[in-house]
């Protein structure tokens, strides 16, 4: 895509009121024309995405841009242009999910994010139960076995054949129940869980319910209103197409402040007394302070103005592509690995017709498996011993899956 096409779209997907959530995969996307914004594909059948996904053209122009200011012109304007990108990737992530600005907030990674909410929900979380699965990532189920061993009562749902049973979550929530937590789509299979069941499940019994979009966002509609989500987070290097280093919260509004509390503080205060002021106001404490409102009062410091302008970018491009568009492109790739890699000896355990955009197959001989796959140029990922994580995206065709399903044949 050149980029006068792209700012044309890139506009209207701006301007456009409807969630891309909502939004139906009318439009034709030539993704054949999408492979020439990823220069990582140059020399590779990149099938990785799960673990990073590669920056676009426009993304890595607008860095270089960035940087070039960091380098010759920091400093000058004091507050820079590049302040009102940041407002701009809020609104951008508010409407892929649905959600609104003032439902946001920037985070410098996924599990800060929920660990932070942990901390903030304290209060509420003291002598009840948090349901969470394992299929949820394994950083997060460590933040919640941390808690256990100071005494949270932690309740972990096991999967059975690579998918959550709705009666095992069920059955594990309760009226004690304060908080069910799960992931969108598992790192380890690609499962898209069924969030709209959980929270029907949670919200009868007064639980709140967190979700990591990490794996989903970008790549699976997102609505956190029609899903019932309460809390959810997310980097942008994966299928927001972003670095590392920085992503979003959200916090229901109703629940900000309250429910959640914030856990960091930073911000400023006014002194009182001479030398700081000639004129001391009585009406005021020596030290003064204005508690910063929702939701900038969970962000601390100064976010990342380089990710902040390569989200706008990033989250521009998705939108103008289309969430349901880049899902119906990624999944005629994963049905046909589905259908095709476990004739050749790799049992899948990714269910069938599942909607994300990882697919998942156990190799009997990891090694080999991976020596044929590097050396026919294709990358996938091999994780937990023997499996094979295959994760395409906007940029992969059916020459990539010919190319990796050829290796395999070997
Ligand atoms: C499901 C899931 N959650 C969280 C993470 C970690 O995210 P972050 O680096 O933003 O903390 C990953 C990373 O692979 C993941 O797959």
């Known amino acids: 895509m050149n980029r006068r096409q792209f700012l044309g779209t890139a506009a209207a997907a701006t301007a456009a009121t409807s969630t891309a959530a909502a939004a139906p995969a009318s439009r034709e996307v030539d993704f054949d024309s999408v492979r020439a914004d990823f220069p990582r594909i140059r ?28 380098a010759n012109e920091v400093g000058e304007p004091w507050w820079p242009s590049w302040a009102g990108s940041r407002g701009d990737a809020k609104n951008l992530f508010a409407k892929l999910i649905n959600a609104k600005p003032s439902e946001i907030a920037f985070v410098r990674s996924t599990i800060e994010a929920e660990s932070n909410l942990l901390n903030g929900m304290d209060h509420l979380l003291a002598g009840g139960n948090v349901v969470t699965n394992d299929l949820h990532y394994t950083a997060a189920l460590y933040n919640y ?30 009226q ?37 979009l990490i794996q989903g966002v970008g790549a699976v509609p997102v609505d956190v209103k029609a899903m019932g989500i309460d809390f959810a987070a997310c980097s942008t290097y994966k299928w927001l197409m972003g670095v590392k280093g920085f992503g979003f919260v959200y916090i229901r509004d109703d629940l900000q402040q309250t429910v959640a509390k914030p856990t960091q ?59 349901a568009n880049i899902r119906r492109h990624v999944r005629a790739l994963t049905d046909r690995l589905q259908a095709e890699l476990p004739a050749l000896g790799y049992p899948s355990i990714t269910p069938k017709g599942n909607e994300s955009p990882i697919v998942v197959f156990e190799a009997q001989d990891p090694t080999s498996t991976m020596n044929k796959v590097r050396a026919a140029g294709v990358h996938v990922a091999m994780r937990f011993g023997n499996k094979m994580r295959i994760s395409p995206s906007v940029f992969s065709n059916d020459q990539d899956i010919d190319r990796l399903l050829g290796a395999l044949r070997k």
């Open 43 to 70: 020399s590779e059948a990149y099938l990785d995405c799960a673990s990073c996904h590669p920056l676009s053209v426009h993304s890595v122009a607008v860095l270089h841009r960035y940087v070039d200011w960091a």
């Open 145 to 174: 076995k941390m808690r256990q061993r100071d005494g949270l009562d932690l309740r972990v749902v096991t999967n059975r054949d690579w998918r959550i049973d709705i009666e095992d979550m069920a059955n594990a929530i309760d």
């Open 176 to 212: 004690e129940t304060k908080l069910v937590s799960i992931t969108l789509v598992s790192n380890v299979n690609g499962y898209l869980s069924d969030v709209k069941a959980i929270s029907d499940l949670a919200h009868a019994h007064g639980a709140y319910l967190y979700v990591d």
């Open 265 to 323: 503080h930073s911000g400023g205060v006014r002194f009182n007394y001479a030398p700081w002021t000639t004129k001391p106001d009585a009406a005021l404490d020596e030290i003064s302070f204005e508690p910063i409102s929702a939701p900038s009062c969970y962000e601390v410091s100064y976010p990342s103005y380089e990710g902040a302008i390569c989200a706008q970018e990033s989250l521009k491009y998705v939108h103008q592509l289309g969430v």
